[in-house]
C-alpha cells in the first residue's frame, strides 16, 4: 500500500492552486519522506489502481485514510463525486 500524507500546491497563471507534488511512503506508521511529481503518483495509481490511500496524524497516531483515486488522467480525488479538480486539501502542505 502507498500512503500520501502531505501535498505541495503551486499556482497557475489564473491564480488557482494545484498539487505539484505529493509525499508518500509505503508504511502507515511513519511521516512519508518520498517525494514525486503529481503526474507520478498518476501514473502509478493507474498501473496499480486500489493501492494508495491518504493518511494522517491525530492523537500520536497516524491513521489510514481514504482511497486515491484519479479522475481524468489529471487530478488526484479521495472522493467519488462529479468534481474534477484536485481535493486533497485536507492533508498538510509542505
Given at each position: 500500500m502507498v500512503y500520501?500524507?502531505?501535498?505541495h500546491?503551486?499556482?497557475?497563471?489564473?491564480?488557482?492552486?494545484?498539487?505539484?507534488?505529493?509525499?508518500w511512503?509505503?508504511?502507515?506508521?511513519?511521516?512519508a519522506t518520498d517525494i514525486c511529481t503529481k503526474q507520478s503518483?498518476?501514473?502509478?495509481?493507474?498501473?496499480?489502481?486500489n493501492r494508495t490511500k491518504?493518511?494522517?496524524y491525530r492523537n500520536g497516531t497516524w491513521h489510514e485514510g481514504e482511497d486515491v483515486r484519479?479522475?481524468?488522467n489529471s487530478y488526484l480525488r479521495t472522493d467519488?463525486?462529479?468534481?474534477?479538480?484536485d481535493n486533497l486539501g485536507e492533508l498538510p502542505e509542505f
Open positions: 500520501i500524507d502531505a501535498v500546491y503551486e499556482t497557475d497563471r489564473y491564480g488557482n492552486r494545484y498539487i505539484q507534488k505529493v509525499k511512503t509505503n508504511s502507515l506508521n511513519q511521516k503518483m498518476i501514473n502509478f495509481i493507474n498501473e496499480h489502481p491518504t493518511k494522517f484519479v479522475v481524468d467519488a463525486n462529479t468534481i474534477k479538480s
